[in-house]
């Protein structure tokens, strides 16, 4: 079973850019597909992009795709999330997730998350 913690959350200004850091423990790292998901106060969880266990295949949510990037490093057991042009509606708890499955676009398919960090963007 794995385990998934966050870091680099913070707060930021509208158009910079910050990376989230999700490192694994405790399972096969390079068997999961992985994904961020995020939720902002009053919202449903949403989500944000997704990569294949092999890094063969990417998907990204329409309002962020062209500004965020997901990739992963097997080597460290660490997926990312390259945010850019970050804009106040953005602001949110980002949660990565891993799945049994290739890879997911949907957060019911995936078993185990981490406990969030939070990214605020200021105007």
């Known amino acids: 079973q794995v385990q998934l913690v966050e870091s680099g959350g913070g707060l930021v200004q509208a158009g910079t850019s910050l990376r989230l850091s999700c490192a694994a423990s405790g399972g096969t790292f390079s068997s999961y597909g992985l994904g961020w998901f995020r939720q902002a106060p009053g919202k449903e969880r949403e989500f944000v992009a997704a990569?294949?266990?092999?890094?063969?295949?990417?998907y990204y949510a329409e309002h962020v795709k062209g500004r965020f990037t997901i990739s992963r490093d097997n080597a460290k057991d660490t997926v990312y999330l390259q945010m850019n042009s970050l804009k106040p509606e953005d602001t949110a708890v980002y949660y990565c997730?891993?799945?049994?499955?290739?890879?997911?676009?949907?957060?019911?398919?995936?078993?185990?998350w981490g406990q969030g960090t939070q990214v605020t963007v200021s105007t």
């Open positions: 997730a891993a799945t049994v499955w290739p890879t997911s676009v949907n957060s019911r398919a995936y078993a185990y």
């Open positions: 990569i294949s266990r092999a890094a063969a295949s990417t």
